[in-house]
């Protein structure tokens, strides 16, 4: 099962690498790792979003708390949440329609940048589930697709 | 090396406050081997006479060797090596003392910051080399810093679960000046391990003691960490519940007590593993259900209640559910349990049919064996060793059969007094441990059980022994194979004995005494009480014995791997 696990840590050099290395060491999955400070300064926030099962889950937990710059652990999707990622198609400008270009310029989810060559990027923010939707609807014409990973927040 | 500022505040250089901050630390005994990035370092030691230094013969005898100051000790090792090389060669022992859960802190030398990252001469990232195998690492890179951060290290080290941390320290950082202050205290808002164990997790264990049938302490490593040996035997004794160790527990219950029901796991006693298994609650204390204890998990204790006590919540249903977790220190949770029980005067269920039962499995004698006239059995060396030393010497081992005899027949009375790798399971652990705990206990006897291939993986450290007078004796079973691998050969591999004869080895009679040492070989079983008793004659010299011992001897019980309790192999 998916779990999205946000973990405060000091802002240390090397504290993202101990948690990237305990993943590979454990064998503990990755779907996605986002890192980027928090409200303190001092302490950066990362989202990892990771699947097992819950003796697995439970394990992942303990062991990030049981790292030394780990501050925090919490499992967000334990409980209600808001998720969100963002992602970045690149199309080139001669294989969208222009019925397709009409229906992305109106789509209060998508921003579309334009590109000296003639390349079109479409900004998605939304659930990785819409994302996923909205990405394979696109799939026969994207160029590049990149993707931030999720974040999340609870929202209890 | 001191300068006056213009503020007249006195400035020492970062090698000096290092040496002030272990003489702070009450840091009296170091091992190490110096080179290029350590050399400040080393000649503010060579200038004062606080901090000792022990010169190895190689970096891993210097982290074994603080392995066993620790162990043997409630101290903290220190070890102090250079760069590259130097921390490199450190890795096994810092491994090893994570496995077991050691207290040590390891300061490693660092090319200059300038040079970091350039391939530097004697360069290594020691920080992301040893980030899997320590509880945690540091780099200094700026000398206002170095003094928090040892505190810091000295702390993380010794507190909570314990384990081996590395301080990396830059050459340049060790010829910056700054003034010294060495924190009194310290506080980590990420780390801390102070426990407050939950009042409703003690009434269920107390509920569950109280009631069961069949009960079975489990104890480990963690008991001896905890120095919660006394408080646990008081426990057990009055609840007249039996108990089994761990390899790592040994001597935390008194070995030649009646309700110890010997060492359990791969090759543990029939009783305890037999316990283990039809046990209705298990109360596991400082132990980690280690896949050498378990064996096949889901056979493993089918009908018991699991209490848990371990002050690492990780070790906690990793591989076995705990139905009661109790998160705390040992014998913090052990004493309000007591206080629950034992000062209440309460009283456990009747349990003498369950005794009944493991008397009767205790008939199997399943660590027995039979000395000829002839050729000397392995177990009646230690056998003799226990005797004559009557069960007193701390003795420390390398890995593997030997070790596993040690472990079986000599019956450690008291906590610290049993040294061995067991999680990593290092050969070349016995004689550089034996140094530490040596020095640790400068009046005491430590003897080192050994065998013939893993005392050559650390031989050097006979030249160590020689200079500071180290008068260990070394028990050498020398049965010419690696006689772990040969049996597992024998067993598995239909005899195919695969680089497991030990060839061309060196006579450890010339070898010992080429070392300024004493060394004698024995051959014959009448031989075997003189000899010891030689040995420990020679109060202040390291004497060598050299057993030849029967080739074909195998350590029983033995659990196959991925096989249940009661599935045992007896002989």
Not at chain 2, 239 to 255: A, I, K, R, Y
Not at chain 2, 374 to 383: A, E, G, H, L
Not at chain 2, 398 to 407: C, L, T
Not at chain 2, 460 to 472: A, D, F, R
Request: proline letters at 3%; hydrophobic letters at 40%.
């Amino acid at each position: 099962m998916r779990h999205i696990i946000s973990v405060l840590l000091e802002n240390e050099a090397g504290a993202l690498s101990r948690v990237a290395g305990l993943f590979s060491a454990r064998s503990f999955n990755i779907e996605s790792l986002s890192v980027a400070p928090s409200e303190d300064s001092s302490a950066s926030r990362m989202t990892i979003v990771t699947s097992g099962n819950d003796v697995v889950i439970e394990q992942v937990v303990k062991q990030l708390n049981k790292l030394i710059d780990v501050i925090e652990v919490s499992e967000i999707t334990a409980d209600e949440h808001v998720e969100r990622e963002i992602a970045f198609v690149k199309i080139d400008g001669k294989s969208i329609s222009d019925k397709m270009m009409s229906d992305f310029s109106t789509n209060e989810f998508l921003k579309i940048h334009k590109t000296k060559s003639n390349e079109i990027i479409i900004e998605c923010v939304d659930s990785p589930e819409k994302i996923n939707l909205f990405l394979n609807s696109v799939k026969n014409i994207a160029v590049k697709i990149v993707r931030s990973g999720s974040v999340g927040i609870n929202s209890n | 090396m001191t300068q006056n500022t213009d503020n007249k505040q006195l400035k020492i250089s970062g090698a000096e406050i290092f040496v002030k901050c272990l003489e702070a630390e009450g840091i009296d005994l170091v091992f190490g081997y110096p080179g290029g990035a350590v050399l400040h370092i080393y000649d503010e030691l060579h200038k004062q006479n606080k901090v000792a230094h022990i010169l190895v013969r190689h970096e891993q005898g210097a982290v074994h060797a603080a392995e066993g100051y620790a162990k043997s000790s409630d101290k903290t090792g220190v070890v102090l090596v250079t760069s590259g090389p130097g921390a490199t060669n450190a890795i096994t022992g810092i491994a090893d003392a994570y496995m077991d859960s050691v207290p040590i802190v390891v300061f490693t030398g660092q090319v200059r910051t300038a040079l970091i990252g350039n391939d530097a001469f004697q360069e290594v990232d020691t920080v992301g080399i040893t980030r899997s195998c320590v509880k945690h690492n540091f780099m200094i890179t700026d000398v206002h810093d170095m003094a928090e951060t040892i505190k810091k290290a000295f702390y993380v080290a010794s507190t909570g679960r314990p384990g081996p941390v590395v301080v990396d320290i830059p050459k340049d950082i060790t010829e910056d000046f700054c003034e010294f202050n060495y924190p009194e205290s310290v506080s980590m808002r990420s780390y801390n391990p102070d426990i407050k164990v939950l009042d409703d997790d003690i009434d269920l264990a107390v509920k569950s003691i109280l009631s069961c049938k069949k009960p079975v302490i489990y104890a480990g490593g963690g008991v001896i960490n905890s120095n919660a040996s006394q408080e646990l035997t008081d426990l057990a004794k009055y609840l007249n519940f039996p108990v089994t160790n761990t390899l790592m527990g040994l001597g935390c219950f008194p070995g030649n007590d009646d309700q110890f029901i010997q060492m359990l796991g791969m090759h543990g006693s029939y009783e305890a593993n037999m316990a283990m298994h039809d046990c209705d609650l298990l109360i596991a204390v400082g132990a980690r259900f280690d896949d050498r204890i378990t064996g096949r998990l889901d056979k493993f204790s089918p009908n018991a209640t699991v209490i848990h006590i371990d002050v690492d919540p990780s070790s906690i249903s990793k591989n076995i559910k705990a139905h009661i977790p109790i998160v705390g220190d040992v014998k913090d949770v052990v004493n309000q349990i007591s206080k629950k029980i034992v000062q209440k005067n309460l009283k456990p269920k009747n349990i003498d049919k369950w005794w009944a039962q493991i008397n009767e499995w205790r008939k199997k004698d399943s660590f027995g064996y039979k000395q000829g006239k002839d050729i000397i059995k392995p177990q009646y060396v230690i056998d003799r060793l226990y005797e004559i030393t009557k069960g007193d010497a701390f003795v420390t081992s390398d890995v593997g059969q030997h070790q596993m005899w040690a472990a079986q027949l000599y019956k450690f009375r008291k906590p610290n007094r049993w040294i061995n790798s067991g999680g990593l399971g290092t050969m070349g652990f016995g004689l550089p441990s034996a140094m530490g705990t040596q020095l640790a206990n400068p009046d005491s006897l430590v003897c080192c059980v050994t065998g013939e291939a893993s005392i050559q993986m650390c031989i050097q450290e006979l030249s160590t022994c020689m200079q500071y007078g180290l008068p260990i004796k070394i028990i050498n079973l020398n049965n010419r194979y690696m006689g772990m691998v040969r049996q597992w050969q024998e067993f598995f591999y239909e005899k195919r004995y695969a680089m497991s004869y030990m060839d061309a080895l060196p006579d450890f009679v010339k070898l010992a005494e080429s070392y300024g040492h004493i060394g004698y070989k024995i051959e014959k079983p009448s031989d075997v009480d003189s000899a010891i008793i030689e040995a420990l004659n020679q109060k202040d010299r390291l004497v060598f014995l050299d057993f030849i011992t029967d080739q074909d001897e195998n350590v029983f019980p033995m659990i196959a791997t991925g096989e249940a309790h009661n599935k045992m192999i007896l002989s």
